[in-house]
């Protein structure tokens, strides 16, 4: 039944859009973190193509007031999800203005910070723009937007377009943003928090503004350490300069994703904020690439349904990968391809949804969507290729797409056979190997790592002398990683020396390869792997320390003495580590009591979802459980990172089985937040 509903409504909404065409709009708010509430004046001008008695507007739970159109009094009805005007609509150009109020339950989330600060920030993308502004949910109604904004002056507000106008109002600012060109509702954004920007000019002089938290300054190079040339090397790939104004990216705490293309303005996870020891292992160059690649591919033009959505994102992760390969070269390239290729293999074991599929995965979509338009590349040619791109780019700019229309101007360039294409890429859910192997055998690096996993059965002694001279070869970091990877089951007697070799690449990759495969230390290999500690990256150190620790009772003191100063990434991942090893080392500390203190403050509100987690998982596996631990526990089921609350609900399910600490949360639950209590009372009552 819910599958006929859902085919009625999207059936109606197309039929809006032959009989009305709203054009542009303008909307003045006002946001009340306190309350977590937005309200508004809105502006739409709308176009009657044929007459129609009734227009819709897609808005969850919002409340309305002083409906009109052309400044005359209408009969509305409030469905709860959507607006709808009721009369006898003429063709012809026309005016409708609201005001509006309402407590969005997504898509616009307030972040509380320290100090009663907050981080405000929205995600329409799969969430959808009309839980916060009056809009609509299908991608084929563009509509030219224009948000004022009134906040606290000591905030920065951003959103879409061109900052028009900045004005002071007592201890608020009004902030007008305006787009001069159409986009689809979910690509509305806004943004609001305490940030310093750096301004730079693209080569093409479009504008470029990074933002970063006043407090992590001192990352911004690493951050965005190939932002604006990621910027100038897509403009010129995709032979069609960037579409829009201006172009912002803006990291913001607890964000859903990865990153969100926002028209004109990326919001990207804080986790990518990074200084450049972290840069090793978490970097923003691949999101940062992706999200820009949306611009054009997304942004300028979109796909009309889900089925088509490898347009947006195959492409975007397409052209993120020919943007690395820019920066770091063919070998990480084909590298790359030659993962994604084994993900998708394995996945096809299972998975039977083939890209032209609205129900297809991310793996799907992203990196199958990315295989299928470097085969296409490949076979027709770079000249051909960025000829049709521009071609198809400028045919359907701020429209709608389909694939048809893509393979309608690659037929212009080529005669590629695209059927054939079409259902070996796009409908089969097989991976064609023999193709792909043939293209990135082009690699050399390529063609040692398809050596090296020919020898994943055979036995060591037959393969050591190779593996060897391939370790000590200049060949590239994966196919060594590689290597070790296959050494893990092998007896450490046998393999001890390939061990020895790989640390000596001094490659922080093929090294931390090693810090993962060896959670058993032999003696003999102790010192060599204690070298680990002093690699320059976050991730190999976190591995190292506590793999160490746990081999190694007698040597604890001088491990935690060593890592007794590091922190790690912005989520705090060595100091937790550290600080959880320190609690269960049986007479290192003298105040034990302020080392709990420190790692319960990580699982509080101050912090980010991926610190509090990492520190409860921490307090909880060495069993540093009070009231306090079980508070913010409860705390994480409130979230709106679903990962997070997710990881709440779990984890609380499997310690009520304790009686204990089930009567330690009812205990509790008291002195909890309504919210709260109404997530721990659901569990309570579960039945065990």
């Known amino acids: 039944m819910k599958y006929i509903f859902l085919f009625i409504t999207t059936f109606a909404f197309a039929q809006q859009t032959q009989f009305v065409d709203f054009k542009s709009v303008n909307g003045q708010l006002k946001l009340n973190a306190a309350e977590k509430s937005v309200s508004g004046i809105v502006d739409y001008q709308f176009e009657v193509l044929k007459p129609v008695d009734t227009i819709k507007i897609d808005a969850k739970n919002m409340e309305f007031t002083h409906v009109q159109i052309d400044n005359k009094d209408v009969i509305y009805i409030n469905t709860g999800k959507e607006l709808k005007i009721i009369g006898n609509f003429e063709k012809g150009q026309n005016h409708l203005t609201f005001e509006y109020l309402v407590k969005p339950k997504q898509a616009l989330y307030f972040v509380a910070i320290e100090n009663s600060e907050f981080q405000i920030w929205t995600q329409g993308q799969g969430r959808y723009t009309s839980n916060w502004f009056p809009s609509f949910d299908d991608v084929n109604e563009k509509v030219i937007f224009s948000l004022g904004i009134t906040y606290n002056k000591d905030y920065q507000v951003v959103s879409n377009g061109i900052l028009k106008e900045k004005k002071p109002q007592a201890d608020l600012i009004h902030w007008q943003y305006q787009m001069e060109n159409p986009m689809s509702s979910y690509l509305l954004m806004l943004a609001i928090g305490k940030y310093d920007k750096k301004e730079f000019k693209a080569k093409s002089k479009i504008p470029l503004e990074y ?11 690493p951050t965005y350490r190939y932002s604006k040339r990621i910027f100038d090397f897509l403009e010129k790939e995709i032979g069609v300069k960037y579409p829009w104004e201006i172009y912002r990216e803006i990291p913001v705490r607890d964000f859903l994703y990865a990153g969100m293309e926002n028209t004109t303005t990326t919001l990207f996870a804080t986790r990518y904020v990074v200084d450049s020891i972290g840069f090793t292992d978490r970097n923003y160059t691949n999101v940062d690439a992706h999200e820009l690649a949306h611009h054009w591919f997304g942004d300028l033009i979109t796909a009309e349904s889900s089925t088509h959505h490898w347009l947006q994102e195959g492409f975007a992760t397409y052209y993120a990968a020919l943007a690395e390969r820019e920066i770091y070269g063919d070998d990480f390239f084909y590298s790359k391809l030659y993962e994604t290729a084994q993900q998708i293999k394995f996945a096809s074991r299972t998975d039977t949804i083939p890209v032209l599929n609205a129900k297809a995965s991310s793996l799907t979509f992203y990196e199958k969507g990315a295989w299928a338009l470097f085969v296409l590349h490949e076979s027709i040619g770079d000249k051909a290729f960025k000829k049709a791109i521009k071609s198809y780019l400028k045919k359907y700019a701020y429209q709608n797409v389909n694939t048809q229309n893509f393979f309608d101007e690659i037929k212009k ?13 796009l409908e089969s859910t097989t991976f064609d190997t023999p193709t792909a192997n043939a293209l990135l055998s082009k690699n050399k690096a390529i063609q040692v790592r398809l050596e090296v996993d020919k020898l994943k059965k055979t036995h060591l002694a037959e393969k050591e ?36 070799i790989a640390l000596q690449t001094n490659n922080i990759q093929v090294r931390q390869a090693v810090a993962v495969s060896m959670s058993k230390i032999p003696e003999n290999f102790r010192t060599s792997y204690e070298t680990l500690l002093n690699d320059k990256s976050y991730q190999t150190q976190e ?15 001088e491990y935690l003495d060593k890592s007794k100063n590091w922190i790690g990434f912005n989520d705090f991942n060595l100091r937790t580590l550290w600080l959880s090893l320190a609690l269960s080392t049986q007479n290192y500390s003298d105040n034990p009591e302020v080392l709990v203190s420190e790692l319960i403050d990580f699982s509080s509100t101050k912090y980010e979802a991926t610190t509090r987690q990492n520190a409860l998982e921490k307090l909880i596996a060495f069993k540093i459980i009070n009231d306090q631990v079980l508070s913010n526990l409860v705390g994480a089921t409130t979230h709106h990172m679903w990962q997070f609350s997710k990881f709440g609900r779990d984890t ?8 204990d600490l089930r009567a330690s949360f009812n205990r509790i639950l008291p002195n909890l937040t309504p919210d709260e209590q109404f997530q721990l009372n659901r569990l309570l009552a579960e039945k065990s």
Request: no cysteine; aromatic share 14%.
């Open 465 to 500: 002398d190779f593996l060897r001279k391939t370790l000590e070869s200049n060949v590239y970091e994966t196919v060594k990683e590689a290597i070790v990877n296959q050494l893990e089951t092998e007896k450490y007697e046998a393999k001890k020396e390939l061990l020895q």
């Open 652 to 659: 609380i399910r499997l310690l009520l089985k304790n009686s």
């Open 413 to 425: 360039v080529s005669d590629f056979d695209l059927v054939q294409f079409q259902k070996t890429w």
């Open 211 to 221: 933002y970063l938290e006043n407090k992590d300054a001192n990352r911004f190079e």
């Open 543 to 557: 591995i190292a320390l506590y793999y160490l620790w746990k081999n190694f009772p007698d040597r604890r003191k």
